[in-house]
């Protein structure tokens, strides 16, 4: 594409050079940048990109964008100058991509739990329903059997509007993106045209990065307020909980039609009679469509507010509600989320990603809902991220397990003693797990240990890491999956399908959620 047609929307300070050049790509890391390539300098959170300037035209780079004048830059090199060179970052992708997201229904996803999850439920709605779909989120950018692997959750705009091209040129209908707060305080989203913007929860977490929750709720807010004012001839919805405190203040920031869901408070879909079963939830829902009786594979009260969201989703963009219903059924779960291993062991374990409060929280209170023996945790908490979760989550484990065993999650540049001894200062004047709790630094050690307690009827969670199959210490990726350390513990190659018999000896639990209509 011509430099000159790229710039046009931008605002620039001062342009030195050709403008009629052919771009190939658009590059913010010298270290990928190919020949013919627009390279962005990016004032970053370690390094300020203009320092890499020199690199990236050695590499190939024909021409840069700077927010300020460089020197040592050879003169056949074209340099313009912006205010803000991640707003123009923006901007020029959304140019060179071709505009993909006004050709894409566009939907994202926020919130502090439940992104992967509810984009996975709605895309295999979808997909169940004939339309075709892109999906972004932590574990990657997937269009069918197509995949990609994803660096952040929400990648740059860059990286996201290629991928949404990509999504064009393989038939996509819809895009089903999860939005992190950090894509959203970066501007990694500006530029999207999102049809519909869905709210999961807001609660503890990133407030290394946000500081505050007021920040880190008003941070989230921006999705919905993206949504835009000007209305055309396609709907714009914004979907959110109705349970959740900041709904209200989100629903005033946007101009977009509120579709709400919930179980406690009035909403548009909301659940009740929930049960919950060793292999399953069943609930009724009402809807702006009827009512409906649902049999979940998912276990989790949490699942039912993600299932409540894909339905709110699924409804807006006109499938039946009996479609809907048909589908949900028959999903299976996401990796590493709520997930049994089984390899004909006499006890349960779950696999989970939670690795804040409120989703070991959830994790926990589900799990403990369903043993009828003891209930261990292992858990750990992250380094170089938000220290103050971590004596709150170790709480959250002694108020729920009958045993916490505390152990390392990725540490960073951190000391693994250090993180332990913060978890554990939750434990002082605090709830005490009835059977104790353990400190085992080495997280192999930890999962043994608690594998080795376990009686027939018990449960172990496992928490934190879920799918991710590395352990990040002192600056190197250490090949870690709690999936294949539990199944190596148990002396197996592959799980098993668990009978649900063998699963928690649970009888069915009736949740009957606190109405205040
Ligand atoms: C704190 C943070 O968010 N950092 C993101 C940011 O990197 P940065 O600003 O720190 O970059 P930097 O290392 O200072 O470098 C500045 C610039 O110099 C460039 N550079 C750097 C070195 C070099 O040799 N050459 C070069 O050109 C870099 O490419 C960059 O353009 O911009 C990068 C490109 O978009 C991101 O990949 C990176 O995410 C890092 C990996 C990260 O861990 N981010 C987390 C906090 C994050 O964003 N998480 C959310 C999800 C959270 C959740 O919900 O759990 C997410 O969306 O992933
Ligand atoms: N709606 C929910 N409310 C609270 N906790 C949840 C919810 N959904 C999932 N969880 C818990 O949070 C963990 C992460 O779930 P999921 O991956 O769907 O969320 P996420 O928002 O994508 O997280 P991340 O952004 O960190 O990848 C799950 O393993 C589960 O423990």
């Known amino acids: 594409m011509k430099l000159n047609l790229l710039l046009n929307p931008l605002f620039i300070k001062e342009v030195q050079g050709k403008v009629e050049l052919d771009i190939s790509g658009i590059e913010i890391d010298s270290r990928r940048v190919m020949q013919g390539c627009l390279f962005v300098c ?5 390094y300020d ?11 190939g780079a024909i021409a840069l964008i700077t927010e300020r004048k460089l020197s040592e830059i ?5 340099t313009v100058q912006v205010p803000d060179a991640r707003r123009a970052l923006a901007i020029l992708a959304d140019v060179f991509y071709g505009r993909p997201t006004s050709r894409l229904k566009l939907i994202g996803i926020t919130g502090t739990n439940g992104k992967t999850t509810t984009t996975h439920l709605v895309e295999h709605i979808f997909n169940e329903n004939d339309k075709r779909t892109g999906l972004i989120g932590t574990l990657y950018m997937r269009i069918g059997n197509y ?14 509007q290629r991928n949404f091209h990509t999504m064009l040129e393989q038939g996509a209908e819809y895009a089903v993106v999860e939005v992190s707060s950090h894509a959203l305080d970066m501007g990694r989203v500006r530029g999207c045209q ?22 880190y709720s008003d941070t989230k807010s921006l999705l919905f307020s993206q949504l835009g004012s000007a209305y055309g001839d396609e709907p714009k919805i914004a979907i959110l909980n109705a349970d959740d ?18 179980v406690k408070n009035r909403a548009d879909i909301r659940a009740s009679e929930i049960q919950m079963k060793p292999d399953g939830t069943s609930l009724q829902v009402d809807t702006f469509q009827g009512r409906t009786q649902l049999n979940l594979k998912l276990l989790g009260i949490f699942n039912v507010y993600n299932a409540l969201a894909a339905i ?4 807006s963009e006109g499938i039946p509600l009996q479609q809907v219903k048909r589908s949900l059924e028959a999903f299976e779960g996401v990796m590493g989320r709520f997930e049994p291993i089984y390899a004909g062991q006499d006890f349960t374990i ?6 804040n409060p409120d989703g070991l929280e959830n994790v926990l209170q589900t799990a403990k809902t369903l043993t009828h023996g003891k209930l261990y945790c292992v858990c750990g908490c992250e380094g170089d991220k938000d220290r103050m979760k971590r004596p709150i989550m170790a709480r959250v484990a002694a108020s729920y397990a009958d045993f916490a065993i505390f152990t390392s999650d990725n540490t960073r540049s951190e000391d693994p003693d250090s993180i332990l001894r913060d978890m554990l200062e939750g434990l002082e004047g605090g709830p005490i797990p009835s059977s104790g709790y353990t400190a085992v630094l080495d997280r192999r050690e930890a999962i043994s240990q608690a594998l080795e307690l376990a009686h027939p009827g018990d449960c172990v969670v496992v928490a934190g890491r879920g799918h991710e199959t590395h352990l990040i210490a002192k600056g190197q990726r250490i090949p870690f999956d709690d999936r294949e350390v539990i199944l190596d513990l148990l002396g197996s190659k592959t799980t098993l399908t668990m009978p649900p018999e063998s699963w928690m000896e649970g009888n069915v639990v009736v949740h009957v959620p606190e109405a205040s209509l």
Do not use: C, W
């Open 74 to 78: 050879p003169s056949h090199i074209t």
């Open 245 to 262: 405190p900041v709904s209200p203040l989100y629903a005033r920031k946007t101009a977009a039609q509120v579709i709400t869901y919930g």
């Open 42 to 46: 990016l004032p970053g959170t370690v």
């Open 350 to 355: 779950i696999l989970d990603y939670a690795h």
């Open 147 to 160: 995949r990609e692997q994803t660096v952040n959750t929400t990648p740059e705009s860059h990286v996201l």
């Open 194 to 215: 999102f049809r519909t913007a869905v709210l999961t929860n807001v609660t503890h977490d990133h407030l290394d990065y946000h500081e505050s929750m007021e920040r």
């Open 312 to 315: 709110a989703v699924s409804l």
């Open 49 to 59: 990109g203009h320092q890499f300037a020199v690199q990236a035209v050695n590499a």
